[in-house]
């Protein structure tokens, strides 16, 4: 019996990652069995997997991967990989969390899905604002706090109370500001983390985008958390997005990660509606003079490279800020600001886009 064993090409395997997500695909749960023999080699090893999918580069990416990666293993023989194509079933997740295929929410028109690469570049101010001026300029829309581990829009739009359910189990969103709203975060209380594991997150996903009573919506935003995990895959596999709107800032560290999530919607055919450049600049109140913090043209550049359009750029502002944190997003609270007035623009380039 050769002396590799299961644990070893197991784990060679999790290095190999899902096209277009962060996940690999053991965790995934697409390696069904994993067979060593004595053969020509020292040590021959057998890997068979199940995947549902309708795009053959999947599998294809994933067995050559794979093969790459045993191929590493000192004393390996033989490596066959063997993959079991599927067809993804229509409505309910497969073992192991594998791809499913996106349809639409019904009575949404458009859905829009707002993300970013990394945590910390204003992604849900952005998706509240925007949802906001989307609103204003005369549309039902509704906005999706998809970020079950830090939900953050409940506190944008001053919300605490719990969601109703109808005789028939559907969940009544929140409204503030003429919007429809869900978010983990009218679910726990202030203090209470959302701790949940891979099958849990598909659970909560699903049922905010399909259990809620959205009704007749032009637009449903969702916040999707930072990154290209769990809920991410969840979605882009579920629902049939209109396309995504990716928030960076200048600064090169951000858009490296940007261009991270704009891959993953890419290798998943979701359209990439544009880009925002968020805390783009700062105007100093005393003298008006502007200050780029986190550089000055990240945002256009990485626009033209990803050959998308750059939405808008919004500045550093202190009403801003103050605006979210007492519940009232800044395009409601004051539609004169200059940060409200870019959002306006920007709902306003989205719509044509979409409508076109």
Same mark, same amino acid.
């Given at each position: 019996?050769?002396?590799?064993?299961?644990?070893?090409?197991?784990?060679?395997?999790?290095?190999?990652?899902?096209?277009?997500?962060?996940?690999?695909?053991?965790?995934?749960?697409?390696?069904?069995?994993?067979?060593?023999?004595?053969?020509?080699?020292?040590?021959?090893?057998?890997?068979?997997?199940?995947?549902?999918?309708?795009?053959?580069?999947?599998?294809?990416?994933?067995?050559?991967?794979?093969?790459?990666?045993?191929?590493?293993?000192? =004393?390996? $023989? #033989?490596?066959? !990989?063997?993959?079991?194509?599927?067809?993804?079933? /229509? %409505?309910?997740?497969? &073992?192991? @969390?594998?791809?499913?295929?996106?349809?639409?929410?019904?009575?949404?028109?458009?859905?829009?899905?707002?993300?970013?690469?990394?945590? =910390?570049? $204003? #992604?849900?101010? !952005?998706?509240?604002?925007?949802?906001?001026?989307? /609103? %204003?300029?005369?549309? &039902?829309? @509704?906005?999706?706090?998809?970020?079950?581990?830090?939900?953050?829009?409940?506190?944008?739009?001053?919300?605490?109370?719990?969601?109703?359910?109808?005789?028939?189990?559907?969940?009544?969103?929140?409204?503030?500001?003429?919007?429809?709203?869900?978010?983990?975060?009218?679910?726990?209380?202030?203090?209470?983390?959302?701790?949940?594991?891979?099958?849990?997150?598909?659970?909560?996903?699903?049922?905010?985008?399909?259990?809620?009573?959205?009704?007749?919506?032009?637009?449903?935003?969702?916040?999707?958390?930072?990154?290209?995990?769990?809920?991410?895959?969840?979605?882009?596999?579920?629902?049939?997005?209109?396309?995504?709107?990716?928030?960076?800032?200048?600064?090169?560290?951000?858009?490296?990660?940007?261009?991270?999530?704009?891959?993953?919607?890419?290798?998943?055919?979701?359209?990439?509606?544009?880009?925002?450049?968020?805390?783009?600049?700062?105007?100093?109140?005393?003298?008006?003079?502007?200050?780029?913090?986190?550089?000055?043209?990240?945002?256009?550049?990485?626009?033209?490279?990803?050959?998308?359009?750059?939405?808008?750029?919004?500045?550093?502002?202190?009403?801003?800020?103050?605006?979210?944190?007492?519940?009232?997003?800044?395009?409601?609270?004051?539609?004169?600001?200059?940060?409200?007035?870019?959002?306006?623009?920007?709902?306003?380039?989205?719509?044509?886009?979409?409508?076109?």
């Amino acid at each position: 019996m050769s002396a590799i064993t299961q644990e070893q090409v197991r784990a060679e395997l999790s290095t190999v990652k899902y096209p277009g997500f962060s996940r690999d695909i053991v965790s995934f749960g697409l390696v069904k069995e994993v067979r060593l023999t004595d053969g020509e080699g020292e040590g021959d090893v057998l890997v068979q997997m199940t995947i549902a999918t309708n795009d053959a580069r999947v599998p294809q990416m994933i067995k050559e991967q794979s093969e790459a990666a045993l191929a590493r293993i000192p =004393g390996i $023989g #033989k490596v066959s !990989v063997r993959i079991d194509i599927q067809a993804p079933p /229509q %409505s309910a997740a497969p &073992a192991g @969390g594998a791809p499913m295929s996106a349809s639409a929410i019904p009575g949404v028109r458009h859905v829009v899905a707002i993300a970013s690469g990394k945590g =910390g570049v $204003g #992604k849900s101010t !952005v998706a509240a604002n925007l949802a906001v001026a989307l /609103q %204003s300029i005369g549309n &039902a829309v @509704g906005l999706c706090d998809c970020d079950l581990y830090g939900p953050s829009i409940g506190l944008m739009f001053g919300g605490n109370e719990r969601p109703m359910a109808t005789d028939d189990n559907r969940i009544l969103p929140i409204e503030r500001h003429h919007l429809k709203l869900m978010s983990m975060g009218f679910l726990l209380d202030d203090a209470s983390p959302a701790i949940l594991r891979g099958p849990m997150v598909t659970k909560y996903t699903q049922q905010f985008l399909r259990q809620v009573e959205w009704g007749e919506l032009d637009y449903l935003v969702l916040d999707l958390p930072p990154g290209t995990g769990d809920i991410q895959l969840t979605i882009v596999q579920t629902v049939a997005l209109a396309g995504a709107v990716i928030v960076t800032t200048p600064q090169e560290v951000a858009l490296i990660d940007a261009r991270k999530a704009a891959s993953m919607f890419t290798k998943v055919n979701v359209p990439i509606l544009g880009l925002i450049e968020n805390m783009s600049h700062f105007l100093s109140p005393s003298d008006g003079q502007r200050h780029d913090i986190f550089g000055s043209g990240g945002g256009a550049r990485e626009a033209a490279r990803l050959k998308v359009p750059l939405l808008g750029e919004i500045p550093i502002d202190i009403p801003t800020r103050e605006a979210g944190d007492r519940g009232f997003p800044v395009t409601a609270a004051d539609p004169s600001n200059p940060v409200a007035i870019e959002f306006v623009r920007i709902a306003r380039r989205l719509k044509v886009i979409l409508e076109s």
